[in-house]
């Protein structure tokens, strides 16, 4: 994985935090109603964040069956 991709990911996790401190501060609702509305935004978070690893995880495996192809073709080109 790049050193960007994990830096990306863990900034969206911090953004994420953050934000959601913020919004829980500044909230004119009742404990209830931010407790409820946490666990909304922690599940849209998880999933989003689900969603983006599966994507990346997605191009790792295609990475690296491309790259297998490639060394079992100059394997095979070698050994001719």
Known sequence: M?????KTIAGFIFGAAV???????FAPRSGVETRKKIQQRAKEYTDDVSQKISSKLDDIREYVGETGKEVKEKAKKTKE
Do not use: D
């Open 19 to 25: 934000g959601l401190a913020a919004g829980m501060l």
């Open 2 to 6: 790049k050193e960007s991709t994990g």
